[in-house]
């Protein structure tokens, strides 16, 4: 039996063609073609933005996966295709392609589920007939096993996959996204010199991940905070940062500075929660003080501009 998979979960979107000889014997990958939706840095895939790609692209790499594995229409014996989880707009795109291939070509059609797909890869490959799986992905990090007639998961990520760690963490730094925001970290870890401890929690047999990005994050704006910008190189894609605006309640700052630090003290200043300003002319003194730190190592100039008119963030709000 000779199958062809569309798989297009996220923003990598990929065209297989495989061979299933008949059983006892391993599968054979005839071809695998995939092209990845690279976003800016410092940005997401937007699922409208992804799912366009998708469209744009699956009719190109069905017909070079099709020529590359050496087989014609009347060669498939199905069509399948990654029915869930992953993103609605690109699932939503994906689906509408192999159905329309399964009623152009008379083929069956088979809907996968993302993650069974990813442990029968796994299993086909090793050769495992029982296996407890770690499954890692963008959006899963999960303890799996089969029981039951059925894949159960055993433990998870209680709040964020590793994956979407490393793609949050890479954003916050704008790293680039090409060809993965994964690859780009460890490849710049590789050349790092400072060994940092990050915090995470094992309960059982779940996991919190959520404290390795804040304190990589609040790590790296220190870090580069505390560093003269004369011996700073920033990354081309943060040459042309012009202007940044942030408000509270009761003034709006403007803060304007092409250097990387000015991004990573407005980041800092952004996040502190408002409860922690009770009057909004105290903040603008604490943000001045810092800025006035950062004047003396980059000659960036900090204004401050006070109103009245600035509404609440929750109108209804005592």
């Not at 392609?97 to 086909?124: D, F, T, Y």
Request: proline share 6%.
């Amino acid at each position: 039996m000779i199958a062809i998979g569309l798989e297009g979960s996220a923003n990598k979107l990929g065209i297989g063609v495989i061979s299933h000889p008949v059983k006892g014997k391993p599968a054979k990958i005839l071809s695998n073609i995939r092209h990845t939706f690279v976003s800016p840095p410092g940005e997401g895939f937007l699922p409208k933005d992804t799912a366009k790609h998708h469209r744009s692209w699956l009719v190109k790499l069905v017909k070079q996966a099709m020529a590359q594995a050496g087989v014609k229409v009347a060669d498939i014996d199905c069509i399948c295709y990654t029915k869930g989880p992953g993103m609605g707009a690109p699932l939503q795109s994906v689906a509408v392609a192999a159905r329309m291939l399964s009623l152009l070509w008379g083929k069956e059609l088979v809907g996968v589920n993302h993650c069974v797909g990813h442990i029968e890869m796994g299993r086909e490959i090793t050769g495992a007939q029982n296996p407890v799986v770690l499954y890692v992905s963008g959006g899963n990090t999960q303890v799996i096993a089969y029981a039951e007639q059925r894949y159960r998961i055993f433990g998870e990520a209680l709040d964020i996959a590793v994956g979407n760690c490393l793609d949050r963490f890479a954003r916050t730094l704008e790293i680039s996204n090409d060809p993965a925001p994964g690859y780009n970290i460890e490849q710049l870890a590789k050349k790092g010199k400072v060994l940092l401890d990050l915090p995470y929690a094992v309960k059982g047999m779940d996991c919190s991940f959520s404290g390795i990005l804040a304190k990589s994050s609040s790590s790296s704006i220190m870090v580069w905070a505390s560093s003269p910008c004369s011996s700073f190189l920033p990354p081309p894609s943060f040459s042309n940062h012009s202007a940044y605006f942030f408000s509270t309640e009761g003034s709006i700052f403007h803060f304007k500075g092409s250097c990387l630090l000015s991004r990573c003290f407005w980041a800092r200043a952004a996040r502190t929660d408002a409860a922690e300003r009770p009057d909004s002319s105290g903040a603008g003194d604490r943000f001045n003080s810092e800025m006035r730190t950062l004047d003396e190592r980059c000659k960036i100039e900090p204004v401050i501009k006070p109103t009245t008119t600035a509404e609440p963030r929750n109108k209804n709000r005592a």
